[in-house]
Nanobody, 120 residues
Framework: QVQLVESGGDLVQPGGSLRLSCAAS????????MGWFRQAPGKQRELVAT???????NYAASVKGRFTISADNAKNTVDLQMSSLKPEDTAVYYC??????????????WGQGTLVNVSL
């Protein structure tokens, strides 16, 4: 069984920066894609950024140029560097991973979420 553990959520002022980290643990895991999603109060969960094991990235239009996703294949970790944060970035951020284990050709795993609060 694979678990994702996120860290880095915090209260930050508008214009500030924050770095979220996510690490996969448990069974031997090789990821195909890892990424970050977020859910603001009263809204649906939305994609923020994803990265493939080959390093191809994809960003939501609302964060492009402000957020940077990176991953370490060997460590099965994914980070999200966020800068120029806006109040509308306030949300619970969830780490997501798609990949395989020794016994399962495909699994999808979600983290428990970490709160990012952008306010004065």
């Amino acid at each position: 069984q694979v678990q994702l553990v996120e860290s880095g959520g915090d209260l930050v002022q508008p214009g500030g920066s924050l770095r979220l980290s996510c690490a996969a643990s448990g069974s031997t895991f090789m990821f195909y894609n890892m990424g970050w999603f977020r859910q603001a109060p009263g809204k649906q969960r939305e994609l923020v950024a994803t990265i493939t094991s080959g390093g191809i990235t994809n960003y939501a239009a609302s964060v492009k140029g402000r957020f940077t996703i990176s991953a370490d294949n060997a460590k099965n970790t994914v980070d999200l560097q966020m800068s120029s944060l806006k109040p509308e970035d306030t949300a619970v951020y969830y780490c997501n991973a798609e990949g395989r284990t020794v016994v399962e050709l495909y699994i999808e795993v979600w983290g428990q979420g970490t709160l990012v609060n952008v306010s004065l």
